[in-house]
């Protein structure tokens, strides 16, 4: 069975540009996560799906962040306009339910110069 | 300070036993975690225990928690070279929200 699957796994950009990461989580995964990973540090949650309603967004900031899980599956995740604070690791993950294990994708790794 | 705090590095010969230990501060928290995160790769979940419990053990991992002092340990037993990775303790308190919340990780380095 596949994984969390992340998609670019890495992207390199110039401040002000927009930037998108997809996340396909593992079938049948109802709750989806987007984590931010600064270097050095542990992830850090960003928004929480339940199927297709983003139940904990509280630390996305959604004046430059915004994301999407339409039909509760895949989700996008956005950035307009790129700062260079954004450079980190974006981790999406899926869990079968809010209290299950979750399952981390690979990541996509974020250069904002 | 951090919520959750660990020593960022420890370095072991192979064969040995690793211990990496982790402090934290909520006294609420119902779950305890620890993930190994390897180059390149996204988080995997090694063990958890509940917080009523003091020891845990899952092959050549031992995992044990000290609740009054609020501090969580992993032993790897017979530490071998694909053990290197970055360990992340984390915490979250159940009862609607398992979101964990991460330490900032400790890098163990096994040397032959």
């Known amino acids: 069975e596949a994984g969390v699957v992340q998609s670019p796994r890495y992207k390199i950009i110039e401040k002000k540009q927009p930037v998108a990461f997809w996340c396909n989580p593992i079938?049948?995964?109802?709750?989806l996560y987007w984590y931010r990973q600064n270097l050095g540090q542990g992830p850090e949650l960003l928004i929480r799906?339940?199927?297709?309603?983003?139940?904990?967004d509280s630390q996305l900031p959604k004046d430059r962040f915004s994301a999407e899980r339409l039909k509760g599956v895949d989700s996008t995740l956005k950035i307009q306009p790129a700062e260079l604070g954004d450079s980190a690791v974006y981790l999406c993950?899926?869990?079968?339910?809010?209290?299950?294990?979750?399952?981390f994708g690979p990541g996509t790794r974020l250069t904002v110069l | 300070g951090e919520d959750v705090e660990q020593s960022l590095f420890l370095s072991v010969r192979e064969g040995d036993s690793s211990v990496i230990n982790c402090t934290y501060t909520?006294?609420?928290?119902?779950?305890l975690y620890w993930y190994k995160q390897e180059p390149g790769a996204g988080l995997q979940l090694l063990t958890y225990i509940f917080s009523n419990m003091d020891m845990k053990q899952d092959q050549r991992l031992t995992v044990l928690l000290n609740k009054k002092d609020k501090h969580l340990s992993l032993r790897i037993a017979d530490t071998q070279t694909g053990d290197s990775a970055i360990y992340f303790c984390?915490?979250?308190?159940?009862?609607?929200?398992?979101?964990?919340?991460f330490g900032r990780g400790t890098s163990l380095i096994v040397h032959p």
């Open positions: 079938s049948g995964h109802n709750t």
């Open positions: 799906y339940e199927n297709e309603e983003a139940v904990d």
């Open positions: 984390a915490e979250s308190q159940g009862g609607g929200s398992y979101i964990p919340t």
């Open positions: 909520d006294s609420s928290s119902t779950y």
């Open positions: 993950a899926s869990s079968l339910t809010s209290t299950n294990e979750q399952f």
